[in-house]
Protein backbone atom coordinates (compact mmCIF):
# COMPACT_ATOMS: atom_id res chain seq x y z
CA UNK A 1 0.00 0.00 0.00
CA UNK A 2 2.78 2.09 -0.29
CA UNK A 3 1.57 3.90 -3.48
CA UNK A 4 -1.40 5.19 -1.72
CA UNK A 5 -2.16 8.25 -0.16
CA UNK A 6 -1.50 8.38 3.68
CA UNK A 7 -5.10 10.74 3.27
CA UNK A 8 -7.96 9.93 1.24
CA UNK A 9 -9.83 12.76 0.16
CA UNK A 10 -14.22 11.97 0.79
CA UNK A 11 -14.43 11.64 -3.25
CA UNK A 12 -12.18 8.83 -2.92
CA UNK A 13 -12.94 7.08 0.15
CA UNK A 14 -14.52 3.99 -1.43
CA UNK A 15 -11.10 3.13 -3.16
CA UNK A 16 -9.49 3.72 0.25
CA UNK A 17 -12.12 1.19 0.99
CA UNK A 18 -11.32 -1.39 -1.45
CA UNK A 19 -8.22 -0.84 -1.39
CA UNK A 20 -7.38 -1.74 2.28
CA UNK A 21 -9.98 -4.43 1.78
CA UNK A 22 -7.16 -6.35 -0.89
CA UNK A 23 -4.67 -5.40 1.29
CA UNK A 24 -6.06 -7.35 4.20
CA UNK A 25 -6.12 -10.32 1.72
CA UNK A 26 -10.28 -9.71 1.74
CA UNK A 27 -11.83 -10.49 -1.64
CA UNK A 28 -12.95 -7.14 -3.25
CA UNK A 29 -13.82 -5.88 -6.33
CA UNK A 30 -12.21 -2.59 -8.10
CA UNK A 31 -14.48 -0.66 -5.94
CA UNK A 32 -17.28 1.58 -6.85
CA UNK A 33 -17.07 5.08 -8.78
CA UNK A 34 -15.72 7.65 -6.70
CA UNK A 35 -18.29 10.03 -4.65
CA UNK A 36 -20.09 12.72 -6.07
CA UNK A 37 -20.28 16.10 -4.87
CA UNK A 38 -23.62 15.44 -3.14
CA UNK A 39 -21.84 12.67 -0.93
CA UNK A 40 -20.68 15.84 1.62
CA UNK A 41 -23.89 15.31 3.41
CA UNK A 42 -23.79 12.94 6.36
CA UNK A 43 -26.37 10.59 5.21
CA UNK A 44 -25.36 10.82 1.29
CA UNK A 45 -21.66 9.98 2.94
CA UNK A 46 -22.98 6.89 5.21
CA UNK A 47 -24.83 5.36 1.98
CA UNK A 48 -22.10 5.57 -0.15
CA UNK A 49 -19.45 3.72 2.24
CA UNK A 50 -21.99 1.23 3.01
CA UNK A 51 -22.41 0.37 -0.96
CA UNK A 52 -18.65 1.05 -1.30
CA UNK A 53 -18.19 -1.67 1.13
CA UNK A 54 -20.43 -4.22 -0.14
CA UNK A 55 -18.49 -3.89 -3.32
CA UNK A 56 -15.58 -4.55 -1.23
CA UNK A 57 -16.35 -7.57 0.68
CA UNK A 58 -16.92 -6.07 3.67
CA UNK A 59 -19.16 -5.13 6.37
CA UNK A 60 -19.29 -1.26 7.25
CA UNK A 61 -19.74 -0.08 10.89
CA UNK A 62 -19.29 3.35 12.45
CA UNK A 63 -17.37 3.41 15.76
CA UNK A 64 -17.00 6.34 17.67
CA UNK A 65 -14.15 5.82 20.13
CA UNK A 66 -13.32 8.22 22.96
CA UNK A 67 -9.59 9.22 23.13
CA UNK A 68 -8.83 6.85 26.05
CA UNK A 69 -10.10 4.40 24.17
CA UNK A 70 -9.11 5.00 20.17
CA UNK A 71 -5.72 2.68 20.79
CA UNK A 72 -7.68 -0.21 21.72
CA UNK A 73 -10.29 0.12 19.09
CA UNK A 74 -7.75 0.67 16.13
CA UNK A 75 -5.94 -2.14 17.40
CA UNK A 76 -8.57 -4.39 16.87
CA UNK A 77 -9.93 -2.68 13.80
CA UNK A 78 -8.68 -3.71 10.09
CA UNK A 79 -9.88 -3.39 7.52
CA UNK A 80 -11.25 -0.04 8.38
CA UNK A 81 -12.10 3.50 7.07
CA UNK A 82 -10.84 6.69 9.92
CA UNK A 83 -12.75 9.54 9.34
CA UNK A 84 -10.70 12.71 10.12
CA UNK A 85 -11.66 16.06 10.05
CA UNK A 86 -10.25 18.29 7.27
CA UNK A 87 -10.24 21.73 6.25
CA UNK A 88 -11.64 21.00 2.95
CA UNK A 89 -13.47 24.30 1.68
CA UNK A 90 -16.76 22.71 1.79
CA UNK A 91 -16.50 21.31 5.31
CA UNK A 92 -15.98 17.45 4.14
CA UNK A 93 -13.56 14.98 5.78
CA UNK A 94 -11.17 13.06 4.68
CA UNK A 95 -9.86 9.13 6.04
CA UNK A 96 -7.10 6.85 6.90
CA UNK A 97 -7.49 3.64 5.15
CA UNK A 98 -6.74 0.60 7.75
CA UNK A 99 -5.39 -2.33 7.05
CA UNK A 100 -5.05 -4.11 10.03
CA UNK A 101 -4.64 -3.14 13.23
CA UNK A 102 -2.21 -4.24 15.88
Known amino acids: MNDAPARWPLRRAP???ALAARH????????????????????ARERALEIAAASAGV??????????????VLAAAGPA???IPDDAPDG?????ALVRGG
Open 92 to 96: SPSYL
Open 59 to 72: ELEALQAAAGALER
Open 15 to 17: EAL
Open 24 to 43: AGWASSEGPPPLEPAGAWPA
Open 81 to 83: LVE
